[in-house]
């Protein structure tokens, strides 16, 4: 009891402000499913450097029998809203095959 008293963060009642997930800055991923052909990953590097999003680290794996092949990538730090927004402008511009998978928080 006179332990917990002395830190008044146990007992405050003041609210605690909270981010929106929109404004939460978090590292993410993304797998991409694209087409096998020039310009694809120059394609979705330019939208994420349009919304300010860094890519930590990037694998392209072997394309399959019929031509398409999954990008994944890791990003550095960044505003939840800016990534999804990168990610939607992506999806839009058919630069996929199907919807990007996403994972924030990491």
């Not at 991409?32 to 930590?56: H, M, Q, Y």
């Amino acid at each position: 009891q006179n332990t917990a008293a002395r830190f008044h963060f146990f007992t405050s009642a003041d609210a605690v402000p909270l981010l929106s997930e929109a404004d939460e800055v978090t590292c993410s991923y993304a797998r991409f499913a694209v087409p096998d052909r020039p310009g694809i990953l120059a394609g979705i590097t330019s939208e994420l450097n349009k919304k300010g999003v860094s890519v930590l680290n990037m694998h392209q794996g072997t394309p399959n029998i019929q031509g398409q092949a999954l990008i994944e990538i890791c990003t550095h730090a960044v505003r939840s809203k800016d990534f999804f927004a990168a990610i939607n402008t992506i999806d839009g511009l058919n630069l996929t095959v199907r919807p990007t998978v996403t994972l924030r928080r990491l």
